[in-house]
């Protein structure tokens, strides 16, 4: 807009000034407001309308459009209270990735690799090594998701040098809270007490069984973290590629980037019906079967990689997550949430891992056993030359498993998930970045 004129050494010759521009300024005004309004509208439609229930392509901006959820209108999300370490900790989830000086940019077709880990800093540190020998790990944004707060495990993570990395603390980790909810408040019922003769609180699993903070804090953590990722952290929420997970306890094969790249750009051609890519057999203790060709089997739980479109798939049956009995998270996706998804879930994986699972020493040394294990300390790792290079090919066929073992539909669940304050706290995980402010203690 054109400045107000400096002299007004005549009011006369000011008023005339201002009479000139009034229709043109007026017209401006009135602009102004309707872009507001309209702004208002939309913002006010993305974060509470039912209408935000469609997914999909359809709005004029991708990654908002595809954020939007379903909410259910007589469920109200609410946060715990923090603390003033889990208050802290929110804050350091704030600050921006580092070594990006040294990775300032990030090429088309990375991975993000979210790392989520407790306190197994023996583990830790191995997989830490592991990654540092990936072959493209620079080209990475390392998210390292924390349930609880552990010295040890944040210095090895501070210790990373060979990619971007943003760390983030579960702020509403059972091990942050020492004596309320989500932690053990005084007053709550233990192991099968009977809440009305002893007058405690709580709800108990199918088996009788009260919760307990150190049972339900993976669960928990999981669920958090995949909502953070996904639709909360400012560095990934608008991602649109593959987001590879993997845990403390999982020992990354130097292949195993180029090998998720690869299987992620093959997937649409070769087998549609994948949801997912993994690095691993969905039997943690096989490592392969060797054969010229890719596998489609059971979606299995180590180095999974999933895109946008299949996570706002899982985030619609929050609420058979949350509410199932069931106090592992893998457990409650195999027997209730892909089964729900009305046909086979399958990822696609090559026929020789590139992760696996640390082991015991000692134990089960055979054929088709790990060979990845920890003992006192100690790391026995055979990784083999052909396990170093990328070792899938292109033009291989897929050999389907479609016979899937294991945990499925019908699978009632172990219990320990039987409280109905840890179910609330889930769903709120889920409603948390779709609503305006779901933190009232
Ligand atoms: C969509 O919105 C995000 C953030 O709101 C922005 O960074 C991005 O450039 C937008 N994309 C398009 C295609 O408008
Ligand atoms: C995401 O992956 C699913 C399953 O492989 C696929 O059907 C879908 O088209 C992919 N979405 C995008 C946006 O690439």
Known sequence: MPTAGTSSSSSHHHRSRLRSRAAPLLLAVIFAVLVITELLRTSARRDFSPSAGRFGPAGANHSVAQRKILLDPSFTPRLPRQSPLSLSLSQRNALPPRNTGRFPSLPDGHLVIVLYVHNRPRYLRLVVDSLSRVEGIGEALLVVSHDGYFPEMDK?????????????FAPYSPHLFPDSFPGVTSGDCQNKDNAAEKKCQGDPDQYGNHRSPRIVSLKHHWWWMMNTVWDGLEETRDFDGHILFIEEDHYIFPNAYRNAQMLVDLKPKKCPQCYAINLAPSDVKLKGEGWPSLVAEKMGNIGYAFNRTVWRKIHTKAKQFCAFDEYNWDITMWATVYPSFGAPVYSLRGPRRSAAHFGK???????????????????????????????????????????????????????????????DLCLSFAYMYHVKDPSSA
């Open 156 to 168: 090895i993570v501070q210790g990373i040098d060979f990619c971007q990395v943003k760390q983030v």
């Open 361 to 423: 020493c000692g134990l089960h040394q055979g054929q088709g056993s790990s060979n990845v294990c920890v003992d006192n300390g100690a790391a026995a790792v055979e990784v083999e030359d052909i396990d170093k290079v990328p070792n899938i090919k292109a033009n291989w066929p897929v050999h389907i498993i479609r016979k899937q073992e294991g945990y499925q539909a019908g699978f009632k669940g172990w219990g320990g998930w039987g409280d109905r304050r840890d179910r």
